[in-house]
Nanobody, 121 residues
């Protein structure tokens, strides 16, 4: 069983900052990629940032220069630093990982439960 647990969401004023974290745990043989997605009310879930196992990171144009996706020192832990937040960043943020479970050879996607980020203007 593989679990992703996010934390760090909250309410912040426009221009403020938050840091989200995501920890992957369980029977993990390898991780192909990890990413952050978000879903605002009435909108489809969208990619925010994704990192490959080689550390290559891509960002949505809407967050480039404001958000930073990085690995933590702890195993299977990643962070999303959100700076210069705007009201349009308000959404539930989900951690995603393409994980190769122990004893298997193919990766599959897992999702966290989501963490709410609310930016007040």
């Amino acid at each position: 069983q593989v679990q992703l647990v996010e934390s760090g969401g909250g309410l912040v004023q426009a221009g403020g900052s938050l840091r989200l974290s995501c920890v992957a745990s369980g029977n993990i043989s390898g991780i192909n990629s990890m990413g952050w997605y978000r879903q605002a009310p009435g909108k489809q879930r969208e990619l925010v940032a994704v990192m490959t196992s080689a550390g290559i990171t891509n960002y949505a144009d809407s967050v480039k220069g404001r958000f930073t996706f990085f690995r933590g020192g702890e195993k299977n832990t990643v962070y999303l630093q959100l700076n210069s937040l705007k009201s349009e960043d308000t959404a539930v943020y989900y951690c995603n990982a393409n994980v190769i479970p122990s004893g298997q050879w193919r990766g599959r996607d897992y999702w966290g439960q989501g963490t709410q980020v609310t930016v007040s203007s």
